[in-house]
């Protein structure tokens, strides 16, 4: 039941950038979001979890989950919420298919 919500969480816009350099991938990855009162919303902050991820060629090389705490100032109905992760390194060996993920975690 759609009057039943309590908020929902939406991310806007993801990004990432990469240095490489002595044999490193040096990565910086962010994202901006935003979460939403429903109709039977009355929270006055919530934590959003979020989580960042590298794969290289299928194999995990980062993964990392974050509560992201957002707080509701009356009488705004929706706030936004920013993360950033710096300074990841990945090995470089060169040819590989590097994934990168973002997305909300349970």
């Known amino acids: 039941n759609a009057k039943e919500l309590n908020y929902q969480a939406i991310i806007d816009k993801q990004s990432r950038n990469c240095v490489v350099s002595n044999g490193l991938?040096?990565?910086?990855?962010?994202?901006?979001g935003r979460v939403l009162l429903g109709p039977a919303g009355n929270q006055?902050?919530?934590?959003?979890?979020?989580?960042f991820a590298i794969e290289r060629d299928g194999v995990p090389m980062f993964s990392e989950k974050y509560d992201i705490?957002?707080?509701?100032?009356?009488?705004?109905?929706?706030?936004?919420?920013?993360?950033v992760v710096?300074?990841?390194?990945?090995?470089?060996?060169?040819?590989e298919q590097i994934v990168f993920w973002v997305g909300f975690d349970s």
């Open 44 to 51: 006055t902050s919530v934590n959003v979890p979020i989580r």
């Open 25 to 32: 991938i040096t990565v910086k990855m962010g994202l901006v």
């Open 86 to 95: 710096e300074n990841v390194a990945v090995p470089y060996t060169g040819g």
């Open 69 to 83: 705490p957002v707080t509701f100032t009356p009488p705004s109905q929706s706030e936004e919420f920013v993360k």
